[in-house]
């Protein structure tokens, strides 16, 4: 059976503590690694932004929204 993970890619204009890509499990994380200002958009927007879309571009920054699938692995 696969099991399905929601993750969120930010890749950043400029590097921000000598990253451009970033890889987060949602939205609320972003913004605990990243500011809003270095985003170039508040978390409330993002949220909104995302809402039925896969992608947003903010004005330093291009999110997109994806599904990992992963295979589960039998507990021992």
């Not at 890619?9 to 499990?25: M, T």
């Not at 995302?50 to 947003?56: H, M, P, Q």
């Amino acid at each position: 059976m696969k099991r399905k993970t929601n993750i969120i890619h930010v890749e950043l204009n400029e590097p921000y503590n000598g990253k451009k890509n970033w890889y987060f499990g949602s939205v609320s994380a972003i913004y605990e690694q990243i500011p809003s200002e270095v985003i170039g958009a508040c978390k409330e927007y993002l949220w909104q932004a995302l809402r039925g879309k896969s992608e947003f571009r903010a004005k330093r920054a291009v999110i997109r929204k994806d599904v990992v699938i992963t295979k589960e692995h039998n507990e021992v």
